[in-house]
């Protein structure tokens, strides 16, 4: 999908040709503070937008673009059309139930992707699909030993050098993905390791992510891509591939994720309609929970945050953002969108926000707030949203087209979490009849 670049500030966005414009928008600090949340029904201009026509020409490309520019960095543009390259198949995987295919796409980086695909043998047609990325690499998701392992990992292993992919690893997040359970469901599951696309390490994202700067450009400043826009722009790369799997449903794709996965996966849904269903879980601060926050949460008199918020995730993760965003620190209120917004942009796909009631860092209400906060965009462009004005019961699933799910526990994706997941996706990714 195609960057879009940032509107001219001081023209009128009626016109599709000036939401792709060449200026830029304001320097940060000149945004004029909105201390609610910005109305995503009102363009940055103050048009108020009445139709799904305004909203899909107008409203919707203007917020694209001032993600990009102010939170994410611009979109790497699809420079080339992806090349899978199947390496390995075994048709009785998790005990004759799956087709198990490890594929190398070529999409435009330096290396190709290592993208494991199950498909379930027992199907009367295309299957639905999860599509996600993982944390350790494929072969962390099976006790399969011929997986492939990755170049680089984030964790280091005893006996190997840091950053070594070691048989330790093999099949730790096994229960993590259950991917057993899927494939029992009649769904199948891709997924690809985020080091693929660009490992997530702060020290070197800064050289890698130079060559998707724009001529002369600082890849730590400005609208600069950052990791979470390119790993979004991954999830679509591998989705080109995807959709080629005959054995695949491509309209029934639904990008899934947890943490920054989670916040990855939202991104990816938000810039490419292609997928049907997104599935964000406990993504918090910089994905599914609001930037802006009451003064108490954000600067506690104890000096204990509650809340992950917008300065301590730029603190602690530089490279996930673009330069203009460290600009909302202590600003958050002068942003012209919170990530309600975010949320908007997949209407009218269903979103279902997956949270843990110990999980506060991820401000599990905020994130309830973020979906209340998107329902009228939903109403105007599906007729349907939320359909509650509260949080639902601990461990019962809000099945609505704006969805919600928490249960007890800690900041993990688990077999129950999928579980509900799988519920939700047996809700919205019928096959029509």
Not at 377 to 393: F, H, R, S
Not at 395 to 409: A, C, T
Request: aromatic share 8%; proline share 9%; glycine share 6%.
């Amino acid at each position: 999908m195609a960057t879009n670049p940032p509107i001219a500030v001081g023209q009128d966005t009626s016109d599709v040709a000036l939401v792709t414009g060449s200026k830029a928008f304001p320097d940060p600090e000149k945004l004029a503070a909105h201390a609610t949340l910005p109305d995503p029904l009102t363009t940055f201009l103050s048009h108020p937008v009445k139709t799904r026509e305004d909203w899909e020409k107008r409203r919707a490309p203007e917020l694209r673009a001032l993600f990009q520019h102010y939170m994410y960095g611009r979109r790497p543009l699809a420079a080339r059309p992806v090349e899978g390259k199947l390496i390995r198949e075994n048709k009785t995987a998790l005990g004759g139930k799956a087709t198990l295919r490890e594929v190398l796409v070529n999409c435009g980086l330096d290396r190709p992707v290592h993208l494991l695909v199950l498909i379930p043998n027992e199907r009367a047609k295309p299957a639905a699909c999860f599509l996600g990325m993982n944390f350790e690499g494929n072969y962390a998701l099976l006790d399969d030993p011929q997986i492939q392992m990755p170049a680089w990992v984030p964790k280091s292993f005893p006996e190997v050098p840091p950053h070594t992919a070691s048989e330790a690893g093999r099949g730790r997040e096994k229960e993590v993905w259950a991917l057993d359970q899927a494939i029992e469901r009649g769904y199948a599951v891709a997924t690809f390791f985020s080091g693929d696309i660009q490992p997530d390490d702060r020290e070197t994202a800064p050289a890698q992510l130079r060559k998707w700067t724009q001529e002369n450009q600082d890849p730590t400043a400005g609208d600069a891509t950052a990791t979470i826009m390119l790993w979004a722009w991954g999830f679509s790369r591998m989705l080109d591939y995807v959709q080629t799997v005959p054995e695949i449903d491509a309209q029934r794709v639904a990008a899934v994720g947890h943490s920054r996965n989670g916040k990855t996966a939202l991104v990816a849904a938000a810039f490419d309609e292609r997928f049907a269903l997104v599935i964000p879980s406990q993504a918090g601060c910089g994905g599914t929970a609001p930037s802006r926050l009451p003064e108490a949460l954000a600067n506690p008199p104890e000096g204990k945050l509650l809340h992950e918020t917008v300065k301590r995730i730029n603190t602690s993760f530089p490279h996930w953002f673009c330069g203009n965003f460290k600009a909302f620190n202590t600003a958050m209120d002068r942003l012209p969108f919170d990530q309600h917004c975010l949320i908007a942009l997949c209407a009218p796909r269903p979103v279902l926000l997956s949270n843990a009631t110990d999980d506060q860092w991820a401000n599990p209400r905020g994130q309830f707030d973020m979906l209340r906060a998107a329902d009228p965009v939903y109403k105007l462009i599906a007729g349907d949203g939320l359909g509650a004005t509260e949080m639902p019961e601990t461990g019962k699933l809000l099945s609505s087209r704006l969805g919600y799910f928490i249960r007890p526990g800690k900041h993990a994706m688990t077999r129950e979490d999928w579980k509900i997941w799988l519920d939700y996706a047996d809700r919205w990714l019928t096959p029509p009849r």
